[in-house]
């Protein structure tokens, strides 16, 4: 039997996270000076100074803001823009040690002291909550990595409201470098609008981020990864070591966090979504009752907010390995898929993954039993005979396809149905599957 080659499980440290957070702090703001902004982007051009840069590339902290969003065209008009002097909008900005100095005085056990010491440690100055795009297109240009589009530019001369020139750009791989000085000083002493709070603890971060974000709400999953408690770290930790996989069942896994909340969806369905309940039944005694609840954004977050246990040790070793024994199968699945029969559209479909998560927390140990399992699952999905409770009229359309497609109560009872059956099944042609621990009883 072929076994799955894990790499050792970083485990999540438990922290000591304050929950509910009350306090007079007042948040304090500053309008900064251009001169000083400049100054900033042209000492920290190599990537620093502005927040930790992940890996996914951006520069500000995952819990307070987007990741980048912008495309080429966005790029272009934001150059044009600054050429001509016409930069709108506000970048908002945390200055880190001076905040991290306020917050210690007052309130040493805030969660931000956590952030704001990890960034100061590294040499950071700011946080960004707004203007992640901004900043992040002028750290391009000033580094000479962007390339400026072919075409003809006008500019404002640096000191002159009426003087415009003209820069021709003949090819695409001209850089800040190749622009003539007085077009470099331009750009490097345009206003940008900009204000910079040294005054704020963790709730009024949050606050901050959600108020310059009006204009476009945030989503559920995006506010949730800018909440407190340890949650939000450990999915992103999640989404980091799948990223690979995450990558190819999106286009884009970091817009509106998109990834995260599928895995946000995954941990849901195999942590609350099926509980094992103690009845008392007909005869006085004890049993057990299986309740299924939905996934929906109120589960997710009851996740994110059931009290401050957070997981146990063993716990969260045991979901790190589930999402790295996933990955890995995913990856060799992938490469092996015509020798399976499995199609591209099987492949990219991600309640199949979702569901082999939830078979792989209850029994689905090694990359054979797991390919076995899908193509059980494969035979479901596509039996268009089979209904959930027939006879019942209110689900008569509900097959295990329309069930993998939805998140109501009724859809997961369909679903744990059939991935049981698929385990019992592997069991019977794989019988030297080691016990089950802490598993679901298969019926």
Known sequence: MQELNLAPAVVFPIKEYPYEVTSDFITLKRTLKVKELEDTVRKYGGGKGFAIKVNNGTIAPREFQRPESWKNKHRKAFFISLLLDRVEGTLVLVDVETALRRILKTFPNDRSVHLFQSLVEAGYKWIIMDGNNRLKFLLSLINNEYKIPVGTYKYIVEGSETTVCKHNVRHGKQTFKDLPEKLQEAILTR??????????????????????????????????????????????????????????????????????????????????????????????????????????????????????????????????????????????????????????????????????????????????????????????????????????GDHDDLTFKNSCEGSRAINIEFRYEILNEIINKVQETHPDIPSLNGAFNLV
């Not at 299986?290 to 977050?301: C, M, V």
């Not at 009290?307 to 999402?323: A, P, R, W």
């Not at 699945?333 to 990219?348: L, Q, R, T």
Request: with cysteine; charged share 25%.
């Open 191 to 392: 206003s940008l609008n900009s204000s910079e709070y040294y005054q704020v603890d963790w709730v009024n971060l949050k606050v901050i981020f959600q108020n310059c974000n009006a204009g476009c709400p945030p989503n559920p999953q995006e506010l949730r990864n800018s909440g407190n408690g340890p949650w939000p770290e450990y999915v992103r930790q999640i989404s980091d070591n799948v990223s690979d996989m995450l990558q190819f069942l999106f286009a884009d896994p970091m817009s509106r966090l998109c990834g995260d909340d599928w895995i946000v969806d995954c941990l849901d369905f195999a942590i609350q979504a099926i509980q094992e309940i103690e009845v008392e039944n007909e005869d006085g005694e004890s049993d057990v009752e299986i309740q299924f609840s939905g996934i929906a954004q109120g589960t997710k977050n009851k996740l994110y907010n059931d009290g401050t246990t957070f997981l146990d040790y063993e716990s969260q070793k045991f979901y790190l390995e589930k999402f790295d024994q996933l990955q890995q199968t995913f990856e060799e699945i992938k490469s092996d898929a015509k020798e399976y029969g499995f199609s591209d559209k099987m492949i990219k479909r991600r309640s199949t993954w979702q569901n082999l998560f939830w078979m792989m927390c209850h029994g689905i140990l090694t990359y054979e039993q797991s390919v076995e399992a899908l193509k059980l699952h494969e035979e479901a999905y596509k039996n268009k005979d089979r209904f959930k409770d027939p006879e019942g």
